[in-house]
């Protein structure tokens, strides 16, 4: 089955430090990776996204992320975390072949506390 | 930019009353999406559409409908509300079929079923 795993629950990192949320997926092929970010009471925003190239990819807001495609992995990263960064981050794939599909996780809280 | 925009914010409505949620888009986008948000489940697809009048069931269209009668806006029906459906509903767009295209969320419906 095609599933998306955010491991933690919730991230809590100090302002300043880098921080890491983590996404691994099962998802057949070569899929479209994204991340979303959700403050309270709010729809998700787009953060950045993978589609084919380098590793490393870089979106909004400073946020990067790296793709491992033998790890199938797509961690979200920053060097410099601030308190405004505090929010609900969400992984998603979509499948290339069953193009309307979108599979998020479960999300992750990141805590960053001053 | 793209903007999707949902009729209510919040909505607080009585077990057996029918409910419609709307939601519109203004990008001429083919694809929209209805999902409903529940802590520590993601995001759950409940009915999609890829163009006027069509419409595919998600994972959990029990107990929901939807209609697309013009090609921006999307209406997700209860149709007689039960408290297992108090919960966050968003709506989500995409440009066209295929391709690596990321969802476009509206700010969500925040739904209490009474």
């Known amino acids: 089955a095609q599933s998306v795993a955010q491991p933690e629950d919730q991230v809590n990192v100090a302002e300043g430090n880098p921080l890491t949320v983590k996404c691994t997926y099962s998802?057949?092929?070569?899929?479209?990776l994204f991340w979303y970010v959700q403050y309270p009471n709010r729809g998700l925003q787009f953060l950045l996204k993978y589609i084919t190239g380098d590793n490393l990819v870089k979106g909004s807001y400073g946020f990067e992320a790296e793709f491992n495609k033998s790890q199938t992995s797509f961690h979200l990263k920053k060097p410099s975390a601030l308190v405004s960064d505090s929010a609900l981050y969400f992984c998603?794939?979509?499948?290339?072949?069953?193009?309307?599909?979108?599979?998020f996780g479960s999300g992750t809280k990141l805590n960053v506390k001053p | 930019d793209v903007k999707v925009t949902q009729s209510s914010r919040y909505l607080v409505k009585r077990t057996g009353e029918k409910v419609f949620l709307e939601c519109v888009q203004d990008?001429?986008?083919?694809?929209m999406f209805w999902y409903r948000q529940d802590p520590g489940l993601g995001l759950r697809l409940i009915y999609f559409s890829y163009d006027v009048k069509m419409k595919e069931k998600g994972d959990i269209p029990e107990g929901y409908s939807v209609s697309r009668e013009k090609k921006e806006r999307f209406s997700l029906i209860l149709e007689s509300a039960s408290t297992n459906q108090t919960s966050m509903y968003l709506c989500?767009?995409?440009?066209?079929?295929?391709?690596?295209?990321?969802?476009?969320f509206g700010p969500g419906t925040r739904l209490t079923v009474t």
């Open positions: 989500a767009s995409t440009p066209q079929t295929g391709g690596p295209y990321e969802q476009y």
């Open positions: 998802v057949s092929g070569n899929p479209y």
């Open positions: 998603a794939v979509r499948d290339r072949d069953n193009f309307n599909k979108f599979y």
């Open positions: 990008m001429d986008h083919e694809n």
